[in-house]
């Protein structure tokens, strides 16, 4: 089982198939013993299945994993079948939690200077490394209201700029709660965009609230982060109750384990991009240059084709079933001949982004 982001492409899921088949871990790269589960899935499954209260009907559901690196969101039909549908197309951006780290990290060397923010990155690592897990702490407990000190090692004393002297003299620098919203709130502000661009498209399905948003991830534990999500004026006429777990940080690994135990429970997707074959098309002097012709009707020399078709067999955002099959028959090769060409979705890539 591997845990993939949903962007990822097929050159990159077949590279790790390569990496599994050289370590051992499977007899060859088209093993049906690998499986890959995308993070937003893995997330819902957790979600569903560990839920404090009992789903009931046929709901929309939404789930916002706020990762590490990333931040991905699932929309879905919680069916009949107790399986999940796909309603539409997911979305994601790279605003997670480091994101809100790199902030911190700017704040930090506009506090001390960038000559002593470098030397203490490399030359006190130690303490540097306890600095990070203390703000770890600080970034995932932040509810709006809390400030505090952050202590410095004295041998950047020398280092800091003229200016800052006086002010970090004791070594310590305040952070007040106004500070930790300003490292804070641009990233908040982005999630909470990307959720109501969500919501949006899910209110053109049937104008119905979303019944339950269910907020994971490393960052989704953050309170200050709910709060805002709770009091914002699109999240609250669209959706119902927002639901956190437990323990949001490792939603997507416990639900890895609910899908290698039934990789069906996701039982419809969407297409992430528009999978087809190329075929030719009639020469359009319009559009098209006679050097472009590459065969003949042979049955009448006096139409040419060009190789600019192309036969689809499923578009961008296509509802497609666990296990699906297109077919595409009756149509002739270059010498009449009648062809049936199929294509299984497991040979396509449903998680690449494309425009």
């Not at 200016?163 to 305040?174: G, P």
């Not at 641009?186 to 899910?202: F, G, K, T």
């Not at 990789?263 to 098209?288: C, H, S, Y």
Request: aromatic content about 10%; hydrophobic content about 40%; overall charge neutral.
């Amino acid at each position: 089982m591997a845990i993939v982001p949903v962007g990822w492409s097929s050159q990159a899921h077949q590279s790790m198939r390569s990496a599994a088949t050289k370590a051992g871990l499977i007899s060859n790269e088209k093993s049906w013993r690998l499986l890959f589960c995308y993070e937003p899935e893995a997330a819902a499954l957790a979600c569903i299945h560990e839920s404090s209260f009992t789903i009931t009907g046929s709901p929309k559901l939404m789930f916002v994993d706020c990762g590490g690196g990333t931040v991905d969101l699932f929309l879905a039909r919680f069916n009949g079948d107790k399986k999940l549908e796909e309603l539409t197309l997911g979305t994601g951006n790279f605003h997670g939690a480091t994101s809100v780290d790199a902030q911190f990290m700017k704040f930090l060397a506009n506090k001390i200077g960038d000559r002593a923010f470098q030397e203490y990155k490399y030359t006190v690592p130690f303490h540097f490394a306890r600095l990070r897990q203390e703000w770890e702490s600080k970034k995932c407990a932040f509810s709006g209201t809390q400030k505090w000190i952050l202590q410095l090692p004295h041998a950047l004393v020398k280092l800091f700029p003229t200016d800052k002297n006086a002010e970090l003299r004791d070594c310590e620098i305040q952070v007040s709660a106004a500070d930790m919203k300003s490292i804070i709130d641009p990233v908040v502000d982005e999630i909470i965009s990307l959720i109501c661009a969500q919501l949006e498209q899910a209110r053109k399905l049937d104008g119905a609230k979303v019944q339950y948003l269910y907020l994971v991830g490393g960052f989704g534990s953050n309170p200050y982060l709910r709060d805002h999500m709770k009091g914002n004026s699109v999240i609250q006429e669209m959706v119902g109750s927002v639901v956190s777990l437990q323990k949001p940080d490792a939603a997507v690994v416990r639900g890895a384990v609910w899908f290698c135990l039934n990789n069906e429970l996701i039982q419809m997707r969407r297409a992430r991009k528009t999978v087809g074959i190329g075929v030719q098309r009639k020469f359009d002097p319009w559009r098209d240059h006679k050097s472009e012709i590459t065969s003949y009707d042979p049955n009448d020399p006096t139409v040419v084709f060009v190789p600019k078709g192309v036969l689809c067999f499923m578009s961008k955002n296509d509802a497609v079933a666990h296990n699906a099959s297109f077919t595409k028959g009756e149509f002739s090769d270059s010498k009449g001949a009648v062809l049936d060409q199929r294509l299984n979705v497991d040979d396509c890539t449903l998680s690449e982004r494309s425009n």
